[in-house]
């Protein structure tokens, strides 16, 4: 949904439109390796004891057996080992940060050559290779419980799949039309092409068990009491639908409008030509959402990104390398400077932002009192996400306790009423991960089989 | 259309030294084996390498020192079937050994004759020599060795080693397998053939000294050594049958490459060694693809070395890195020719029970080379003597530290660290006086020192 910026031009209609070019300018960022390729950097893994790769892995992933599996030709093992640990290892190859993850801990970075094992792409290589004739994981025999997932994003994707595998029986109620979360709308296309993220759902679900039910929206359609009456037990994985706002007049005006919403659309779109762009556009925020919408815009044909940030470059969550991805296609970073007016134009349209400089004093930070303005025809504000009003309307979610804004949960990832866990986004504060809802997904399944067992033992 | 790449430049000699040049970097590669001269101990074993004049005169354009020609047979020649080589690839595909199921050369006699006669004249300053098998009776020897002596080539090279195809016929290695035979066989080369006769010997026993006595009571001049070993490098699990494969099958072969060289240096160093055979000269062969390997092999006794797997994967021009690394390294050393540093580390090769049994060496490691891959650790922890901690610094680094007391200087971990220099061995001051075991008195058969 791009409303607010259907006036703009398509990409079609500006500068020199190519469709073949705009079609290369979304496709994969870092091309796969080929086999011998992956062979050759396979060569590379020094097979560590306790691997610091896998102690910074969130997801418990046996980084030196799958990259020895791939050495020895053996790629199923390879996927397997990744997959038992992390059932959406395929995504998570293409998305993880893992320079500041498994490859930042590389003990190869400290060797003569300074150069980690490339162990995302490796990662990517087995999972994309893998022929399994059926499923790799079975389901242990039939449990006779039903656990209600809200969201089939990787959180409840993956707690689904490690709830089937314990012999569980899983609906997963989404309110999109399409499941996969982030993965399906929220990543840059480039990173995620050939419509991986629907390939990968449907592999996870080979395994049975599961059933999703779409349109399906907390606080609207779908009640959090009625789930915990109907269900053995619940778990949460909502993410954070909603954008932060600026809290400007004229937040409303045409021309601005959230990223995600529109890297939403971008990653729907059958005809990148007919996407709105802006010649001159603001990216607000520094994460890596903020990113994927500097770098799309450039791709798709604008010829002034500004991401602007209202600290320096060092506290942007943004990695490094995504910085380098953003500047490598044009995009100028505008630090220290924050928000302070969108400029309109006689039509109620935007215009342009008026920036206030920043300072930090204190750790706290001041305006200068020093502004300047930027010609825009459209603002995209990336400054986080949150709880969407709608979820949190609904009476028992509502009642649950919070950690700030987010669900509060224990080690067990139980929430504070009884039966009801969440993972993901929607409860762990800090660097939001697919990677990270992986793991907490796969935890609270452990956590409520455990709960459910210990039960129908006790009964 | 022939092009050359040693003679057609439009400079032929500029920044190329003449190939024939015994001089390399200061130093006198020169030899002189077992009376045949050659300007360099650089030569190319009998192989397909040396299969005909094209190939030889290549190898001598490329600056080989010499060259020993693909063994010749009685008539008719022999006949070789199709698929001939595999290898035993390391992980980046380098090539860790080859196997060859090839025979002896599949050329007439007389095309053979007339090549070695032309191009031993054509490079006299060469050595050439002439491989020979034929059936283990005097007249099949009495008849082809006028022949070759006809030739004027240097000398010839006894093949008492080829594992596959030709012992089956009673030549070969069924012929080095058995120490009279190859006494024998050596007594009617000397006495129809009068220049040097180098006997080369099969690996495929269990003393390679008796092999080397044999042929030395059979008035052999030299040895070389070693042929190649019986092998199997891979079976296509698909197939199940083995490479090289022939239609549906195969056969065993035989094993050269850099995998051999270690068991080839053992048993080079077991001849030079051995007071049966004190001065025997030994053409060393196996593996040698480096300067480096060459110099080893020298160092044990090796007075010429030949090489043909890593001609046969990197082509001739090989053998110009090998002589420039040979004098840069012997004039650094001081070393004025071959001969001043032949043999020279068999004075240190000796028997274990000669070893020093009070002698402690005690692993070190580098904490500011470590890497903390903790191989070293998992490797002493299951394999060996549980002799290194692993400790977790304050940051969380890993730290590895050997317990010296338990430490008994295996090398494990030195070998299984990748980095260099990062383990070293450090040999430890114990105030004990040499001890061999022969002395000990833990020894059960003690002998009074």
């Given at each position: 949904m791009t409303n607010p910026l259907d006036y703009l031009p398509s990409a079609k209609e500006v500068g020199t439109y190519d469709p073949q070019a705009l079609v290369n300018n979304f496709s994969d960022l870092h091309p796969p390796l080929t086999d011998r390729q992956a062979i050759i950097e396979s060569q590379r893994c020094l097979y560590c004891y306790d691997a610091p790769c896998v102690e910074a892995c969130p997801s418990d992933i046996d980084v030196p057996s799958f990259i020895r599996q791939i050495s020895d030709s053996n790629i199923n093992g390879a996927a397997e080992t990744i997959l038992k640990a992390n059932i959406l290892g395929g995504s998570c190859a293409r998305v993880c940060p893992t320079e500041i993850l498994c490859e930042r801990s590389c003990v190869r970075n400290h060797d003569a050559e300074c150069q980690p094992v490339l162990i995302g792409l490796l990662q990517r290589h087995a999972t994309d290779n893998m022929q399994f004739e059926q499923h790799p994981f079975t389901r242990a025999a039939s449990t006779g419980q039903h656990i209600a997932v809200v969201g089939a994003g990787p959180a409840g994707l993956s707690c689904a799949h490690r709830l089937a595998m314990f012999g569980h029986q899983v609906t997963i109620f989404e309110a999109e039309q399409k499941p996969g979360g982030l993965n399906e709308y929220g990543i840059a296309r480039y990173k995620m092409t050939d419509d991986f993220a629907h390939k990968e759902v449907a592999f996870l679900l080979e395994i049975g068990g599961i059933d999703i039910q779409y349109g399906q929206?907390?606080?609207?359609?779908?009640?959090?009491?009625?789930?915990?009456?109907?269900?053995?037990?619940?778990?949460?994985?909502?993410?954070?639908?909603?954008?932060?706002?600026?809290?400007?007049?004229?937040?409303?005006?045409?021309?601005?409008?959230?990223?995600?919403?529109?890297?939403?659309?971008?990653?729907?779109?059958?005809?990148?030509?007919?996407?709105?762009?802006?010649?001159?556009?603001?990216?607000?925020?520094?994460?890596?959402?903020?990113?994927?919408?500097?770098?799309?815009?450039?791709?798709?044909?604008?010829?002034?990104?500004?991401?602007?940030?209202?600290?320096?470059?060092?506290?942007?969550?943004?990695?490094?390398?995504?910085?380098?991805?953003?500047?490598?296609?044009?995009?100028?970073?505008?630090?220290?400077?924050?928000?302070?007016e969108i400029m309109l134009d006689t039509q109620g349209r935007v215009a342009g932002m008026r920036f206030a400089k920043t300072v930090e004093q204190a750790g706290r930070l001041m305006p200068t009192g020093e502004t300047f303005e930027l010609a825009a025809e459209a603002i995209f504000k990336a400054i986080g996400q949150g709880f969407d009003d709608t979820s949190l309307s609904d009476a028992t979610a509502a009642e649950l306790d919070r950690d700030g804004e987010r669900i509060h949960v224990d080690e067990m990832f139980r929430t504070s009423l009884p039966n009801v866990y969440a993972g993901g986004d929607c409860v762990q504060a800090g660097q939001d991960l697919t990677v990270q809802a992986v793991q907490h997904g796969k935890l609270a399944a452990h956590a409520i089989h455990q709960a459910l067992a210990a039960k129908q033992e006790a009964a | 259309m022939k092009t050359d790449t040693f003679t057609s430049s439009p400079f032929p000699s500029f920044g190329k030294k003449s190939s024939g040049d015994s001089i390399v970097n200061g130093v006198d590669l020169s030899v002189n084996f077992a009376g045949i001269k050659a300007p360099n101990p650089f030569w190319?074993?009998?192989?397909?390498?040396?299969?005909?004049?094209?190939?030889?005169?290549?190898?001598?354009?490329?600056?080989?020192?010499?060259?020993?020609?693909?063994?010749?047979?009685?008539?008719?020649?022999?006949?070789?079937?199709?698929?001939?080589?595999?290898?035993?690839y390391g992980k980046n595909r380098e090539v860790i050994g080859f196997n060859n199921i090839e025979l002896i050369t599949d050329r007439s006699l007389e095309i053979n004759l007339q090549e070695i006669t032309q191009v031993k004249k054509d490079w006299p300053d060469r050595a050439l020599i002439v491989s020979i098998m034929v059936p283990c009776n005097e007249e099949a020897w009495a008849y082809i060795l006028p022949l070759v002596e006809a030739t004027g080539a240097d000398g010839i090279e006894l093949n008492l080693g080829c594992p596959h195809g030709m012992p089956e016929r009673g030549m070969g290695a069924a012929v080095g397998q058995d120490p009279d035979l190859i006494e024998k066989v050596t007594y009617w080369c000397k006495k129809h053939y009068s220049k040097p006769v180098i006997v080369k010997l099969t690996p495929n026993i269990t003393d390679i000294r008796v092999g080397a006595q044999a042929a030395l009571r059979g008035g052999a001049d030299a040895v070389s050594l070693i042929n190649t070993i019986n092998s199997i490098t891979s079976i296509d699990l698909d197939a199940m049958a083995a490479k090289p494969t022939v239609g549906h099958q195969s056969t065993h072969g035989g094993y050269c490459g850099s995998a051999v060289k270690p068991i080839a240096m053992n048993m080079v160093a077991e001849i030079a060694r051995d007071p049966a055979t004190p001065t025997l000269p030994i053409s060393g062969i196996g593996g040698i693809s480096s300067w480096r390997d060459a110099a080893e092999f020298i160092a044990l006794g090796s007075g010429s070395v030949q090489v043909c797997t890593a001609a046969m994967l990197n082509g001739f021009r090989i053998v110009e890195e090998m002589k420039d690394g040979l004098s840069r390294w012997m004039a650094d050393k001081g070393y004025d020719s071959i001969e001043a540093f032949s043999r020279k580390a068999i004075p240190h090769t000796t028997d274990w029970k000669h070893l020093d049994i009070n002698f402690k060496t005690i692993a070190q490691i580098d904490q500011d080379l470590c890497i903390e891959c903790g191989r070293c650790y998992i490797a002493c922890e299951d394999t060996s003597h549980q002799s290194i901690a692993k400790l977790t610094e304050q940051d969380g680094a890993r730290r590895y530290e050997v317990i010296e007391d338990e430490c008994v200087g295996c090398n494990l971990c030195q070998i299984t660290c990748p980095v260099e220099n990062c383990i070293t061995m450090v040999p430890q001051e114990t105030g004990q006086p040499f001890l061999a075991w022969d002395n000990d008195p833990r020894n059960p058969f003690q002998v009074a020192s």
């Amino acid at each position: 949904m791009t409303n607010p910026l259907d006036y703009l031009p398509s990409a079609k209609e500006v500068g020199t439109y190519d469709p073949q070019a705009l079609v290369n300018n979304f496709s994969d960022l870092h091309p796969p390796l080929t086999d011998r390729q992956a062979i050759i950097e396979s060569q590379r893994c020094l097979y560590c004891y306790d691997a610091p790769c896998v102690e910074a892995c969130p997801s418990d992933i046996d980084v030196p057996s799958f990259i020895r599996q791939i050495s020895d030709s053996n790629i199923n093992g390879a996927a397997e080992t990744i997959l038992k640990a992390n059932i959406l290892g395929g995504s998570c190859a293409r998305v993880c940060p893992t320079e500041i993850l498994c490859e930042r801990s590389c003990v190869r970075n400290h060797d003569a050559e300074c150069q980690p094992v490339l162990i995302g792409l490796l990662q990517r290589h087995a999972t994309d290779n893998m022929q399994f004739e059926q499923h790799p994981f079975t389901r242990a025999a039939s449990t006779g419980q039903h656990i209600a997932v809200v969201g089939a994003g990787p959180a409840g994707l993956s707690c689904a799949h490690r709830l089937a595998m314990f012999g569980h029986q899983v609906t997963i109620f989404e309110a999109e039309q399409k499941p996969g979360g982030l993965n399906e709308y929220g990543i840059a296309r480039y990173k995620m092409t050939d419509d991986f993220a629907h390939k990968e759902v449907a592999f996870l679900l080979e395994i049975g068990g599961i059933d999703i039910q779409y349109g399906q929206r907390l606080g609207s359609n779908l009640a959090l009491s009625t789930l915990r009456q109907q269900y053995d037990s619940v778990f949460i994985g909502l993410g954070l639908g909603a954008s932060r706002a600026l809290g400007l007049t004229g937040e409303e005006a045409p021309g601005l409008m959230p990223a995600v919403e529109y890297i939403k659309t971008l990653r729907q779109a059958t005809d990148l030509g007919s996407l709105p762009v802006s010649k001159r556009c603001i990216v607000i925020g520094a994460g890596n959402t903020a990113i994927d919408m500097a770098t799309q815009m450039s791709r798709l044909g604008a010829t002034e990104v500004t991401l602007v940030y209202r600290r320096g470059l060092e506290a942007m969550s943004a990695t490094d390398h995504e910085q380098e991805i953003a500047k490598a296609n044009g995009v100028r970073i505008v630090t220290w400077a924050q928000p302070d007016e969108i400029m309109l134009d006689t039509q109620g349209r935007v215009a342009g932002m008026r920036f206030a400089k920043t300072v930090e004093q204190a750790g706290r930070l001041m305006p200068t009192g020093e502004t300047f303005e930027l010609a825009a025809e459209a603002i995209f504000k990336a400054i986080g996400q949150g709880f969407d009003d709608t979820s949190l309307s609904d009476a028992t979610a509502a009642e649950l306790d919070r950690d700030g804004e987010r669900i509060h949960v224990d080690e067990m990832f139980r929430t504070s009423l009884p039966n009801v866990y969440a993972g993901g986004d929607c409860v762990q504060a800090g660097q939001d991960l697919t990677v990270q809802a992986v793991q907490h997904g796969k935890l609270a399944a452990h956590a409520i089989h455990q709960a459910l067992a210990a039960k129908q033992e006790a009964a | 259309m022939k092009t050359d790449t040693f003679t057609s430049s439009p400079f032929p000699s500029f920044g190329k030294k003449s190939s024939g040049d015994s001089i390399v970097n200061g130093v006198d590669l020169s030899v002189n084996f077992a009376g045949i001269k050659a300007p360099n101990p650089f030569w190319l074993a009998s192989a397909p390498p040396t299969d005909k004049a094209y190939n030889v005169v290549r190898a001598y354009e490329a600056g080989w020192g010499g060259v020993v020609w693909k063994t010749l047979g009685e008539e008719p020649a022999a006949v070789n079937v199709s698929s001939r080589y595999s290898a035993h690839y390391g992980k980046n595909r380098e090539v860790i050994g080859f196997n060859n199921i090839e025979l002896i050369t599949d050329r007439s006699l007389e095309i053979n004759l007339q090549e070695i006669t032309q191009v031993k004249k054509d490079w006299p300053d060469r050595a050439l020599i002439v491989s020979i098998m034929v059936p283990c009776n005097e007249e099949a020897w009495a008849y082809i060795l006028p022949l070759v002596e006809a030739t004027g080539a240097d000398g010839i090279e006894l093949n008492l080693g080829c594992p596959h195809g030709m012992p089956e016929r009673g030549m070969g290695a069924a012929v080095g397998q058995d120490p009279d035979l190859i006494e024998k066989v050596t007594y009617w080369c000397k006495k129809h053939y009068s220049k040097p006769v180098i006997v080369k010997l099969t690996p495929n026993i269990t003393d390679i000294r008796v092999g080397a006595q044999a042929a030395l009571r059979g008035g052999a001049d030299a040895v070389s050594l070693i042929n190649t070993i019986n092998s199997i490098t891979s079976i296509d699990l698909d197939a199940m049958a083995a490479k090289p494969t022939v239609g549906h099958q195969s056969t065993h072969g035989g094993y050269c490459g850099s995998a051999v060289k270690p068991i080839a240096m053992n048993m080079v160093a077991e001849i030079a060694r051995d007071p049966a055979t004190p001065t025997l000269p030994i053409s060393g062969i196996g593996g040698i693809s480096s300067w480096r390997d060459a110099a080893e092999f020298i160092a044990l006794g090796s007075g010429s070395v030949q090489v043909c797997t890593a001609a046969m994967l990197n082509g001739f021009r090989i053998v110009e890195e090998m002589k420039d690394g040979l004098s840069r390294w012997m004039a650094d050393k001081g070393y004025d020719s071959i001969e001043a540093f032949s043999r020279k580390a068999i004075p240190h090769t000796t028997d274990w029970k000669h070893l020093d049994i009070n002698f402690k060496t005690i692993a070190q490691i580098d904490q500011d080379l470590c890497i903390e891959c903790g191989r070293c650790y998992i490797a002493c922890e299951d394999t060996s003597h549980q002799s290194i901690a692993k400790l977790t610094e304050q940051d969380g680094a890993r730290r590895y530290e050997v317990i010296e007391d338990e430490c008994v200087g295996c090398n494990l971990c030195q070998i299984t660290c990748p980095v260099e220099n990062c383990i070293t061995m450090v040999p430890q001051e114990t105030g004990q006086p040499f001890l061999a075991w022969d002395n000990d008195p833990r020894n059960p058969f003690q002998v009074a020192s």
